[in-house]
Each structure stands twice: as structure tokens, then as C-alpha cells.
């Protein structure tokens, strides 16, 4: 079981590092050409991060064949917390501060990938973890 475990986080690990380089060129793309505000970049970047996130970790990951949209309901409850927080502190960051916006995302990144991972595990995925088609094939092998 470790051995499995260890392999969970790894995959999360990488899922997340895709979703952190969707959310990284969207955050560029923003920040560079569109806007000057950090808010205004953060935000789409976040939404479009979350979507791939949670879709590839449910089925590659956590490999969960509950229910999609209250599954969805656990992650908006999530970020219905961290969107806000992240959102201020990079804001306080980036424009009162001065911090450099990619730092600031850099570090509010690491802030999600670890407490998302937690919550996933114990709170979404809790109770469904390892049922979907996936797992069941490969414990069949």
C-alpha cells in the first residue's frame, strides 16, 4: 500500500504540474498582453487550472467513479475558500507590496498543490478512491 500511495502522489504531482504550466502560460498570456492588474490574470488562469486538475487527478489519480458534479461540489467548496484568500494575498503581494507577480504565483501555487492534494484525498475522493474502470482492471490483473 505504500508503494501505491507513494505512486498517488507522484501522479498528482505531475497532473498538477500540467495544470500548473496551463495556468502559468494562461497567467502570462493575461498578465503580459491583457492586463495590468494581477486579479484579472489570476482568476481565468485559476478556473482553467482547477478544470484540468480535477478532471485527469479524478480519473487518472484517484481513479473515482463517484458521482462528477458532487464531487465538483467538494472542489467548489475548496476553492470557495482558497480562490478568495489567494486572490487577496497575491493581489497584497504583487500590487501593495511590490512582490514580483510570477513569485507571488509561484508561491500560491505550492500553497494549492499541497492542500488541494489533502483535501482531494480526505474529503472528495475519500470513500470512492480506486473504484472506477481503471482500478478495476488493474486489480483484476
Known amino acids: 500500500m505504500k508503494k501505491k ?5 507522484l501522479k498528482f504531482a505531475l ?3 500540467s495544470a500548473g504550466i496551463i495556468q502559468t502560460v494562461t497567467f502570462t498570456l493575461l ?3 491583457v492586463t495590468d492588474k494581477y486579479w484579472y490574470a489570476y482568476l481565468p488562469a485559476l478556473v482553467l487550472s482547477v478544470l484540468f486538475n480535477f478532471t485527469v487527478n479524478r480519473k487518472f489519480t484517484f481513479k473515482s467513479a463517484s ?7 467538494k472542489v467548489a467548496a475548496f476553492y470557495a475558500v ?11 503581494l504583487a500590487e501593495d ?6 513569485a507571488v504565483l509561484a508561491f ?9 492534494y489533502l483535501y482531494q ?4 475522493f475519500r470513500n470512492s478512491i480506486d473504484t472506477n474502470d481503471i482500478a478495476k482492471k488493474e486489480d483484476n490483473k
Open 121 to 124: 484525498k480526505f474529503v472528495v
Open 67 to 73: 458521482n462528477v458534479p458532487v464531487a465538483m461540489l
Open 31 to 33: 498578465n503580459e498582453f
Open 97 to 102: 507590496w511590490h512582490w514580483n507577480e510570477y
Open 15 to 17: 497532473f498538477s504540474a
Open 5 to 9: 500511495e507513494l505512486i498517488r502522489t
Open 82 to 92: 482558497f480562490t478568495p484568500l489567494s486572490t487577496w494575498w497575491g493581489d497584497f
Open 108 to 116: 500560491t501555487m505550492a500553497i494549492n498543490l499541497s492542500s488541494e
